[in-house]
């Protein structure tokens, strides 16, 4: 679970991201939570995009993948969201910095 503070930092690192993924009317499947999976393992942090013929919202995509990769959901604006996930063996981000 994420702090405030620590939510705070991640959000200012992922304003330079890029979009990886996006969730269109065919929903969240089986590829893309592994694809996503893959991902957050590598990166940690990646962002995400709701497309308009998306039958999820923005939010619900996001708290949905959340909880099937085990990752926390750093921020929600619009059609896009982050999301965050510790990698234990080989850590990217040091949210130790999170000050």
Do not use: H
């Not at 690192?13 to 993924?21: C, G, L, M, Q, R």
């Amino acid at each position: 679970m994420l702090n405030s503070k620590q939510r705070a930092y991640l959000r200012g690192i992922a304003s330079k991201y890029e979009t990886i993924f996006q969730i269109g009317k065919a929903g969240i499947s089986e590829n893309l939570v592994q694809q996503v999976q893959d991902a957050l393992k590598k990166r940690e942090l990646i962002k995400l995009r709701v497309l308009d013929n998306s039958m999820l919202t923005a939010r619900e995509a996001s708290d949905e993948l959340a909880e099937l990769t085990k990752s926390d959901v750093v921020q929600v604006i619009g059609s896009r969201f982050v999301l965050f996930k510790r990698n234990p063996q080989e850590p990217v981000i040091d949210l130790k910095l999170a000050r």
